[in-house]
């Protein structure tokens, strides 16, 4: 079912996303080659702790196992819900963080600082039945001195997320932003991953409508004020097509092992156009 938000719960996700949004930058001085991997899932878990923020993705339900990481951390050829792991970056590599976080919360009712992150069962309790704000957003890094093929895929894939947000505006369809994505991407040689999607977000962090990266002009849901929405494409230098690892159930990889990028906004459609939730400052200049 497709919800149309509250003044209230949009302020609620505005809020997480302003947490969102700090974590990214902090994340800024953080990679560089050297840094182990998974000081990225230790700093996203730490702040959290410090400013009483749940991570909701922890325990979020898998087909083999429930994901066990506050973060998603994509390397090179991994395209999303990648483990954070230990790994020491190297020089050139391309970095994807994704996460879904709760807006700040009050101790008294949950003191997020005496969870115990590492136990899933236990979180998945506290992350499954949360009903407040929340914000999803991926970025991507690079690590030191990167290859032309890495920046050009990096400005590609940030050009399909504004392109996209364009796009939605009252009036227009769902399939408006998956087609301008698309061709864009396309047009520069690209493929546009279609198995994993953009959604509405609100009050769990996977609403309909579903939002495809690409698509026909015209076609599809006529987006409407009030509507929260993730865009998030995932653009790769090769083919579209990617590999699940079914050990897991959850790390997906370009099937012809070309490089992959993604960012990922969250943002409310208004009378006067998207308002990006997510936003960690002025757009398009980070």
Known sequence: MITIKSAREIEAMDRAGDFLASIHIGLRDLIKPGLDLWEVEEYVRRRCKEENVLPLQIGVDGQVMDYPYATCCGLNDEVAHA??????????????????????????????????????????????????????????????????????????????????????????????????????????????VRDLVGHGVGPTMHEEPMVPHYGKAGRGLRLREGMVLTIEPMINTGTWEIDTDMETGWAHKTIDGGLSCQYEHQFVITKGGPIILTSQGEEGTY
Not at 104 to 122: I, W
């Open 83 to 192: 483990f954070p792991r230990h790994y020491i970056l190297q020089d050139g590599d391309l970095l994807k963080v994704d996460m879904v976080l709760s807006e700040p919360l009050d101790k008294a009712v949950l003191d997020v600082s005496k969870l115990d992150f590492d136990n899933v069962s236990a979180m998945k309790q506290h992350t499954q039945s949360y009903s407040g704000g929340l914000a999803d957003s991926c970025w991507a890094y690079e690590v030191g001195q990167v290859s032309d093929e890495v920046k050009n895929l990096m400005q590609v894939t940030k050009e399909c997320l504004y392109i996209g947000i364009e796009k939605a505006v009252v009036g227009n369809r769902i399939g408006d932003i998956g087609a301008a994505i698309q061709e864009h991407a396309e047009k520069q040689g690209y493929g546009v």
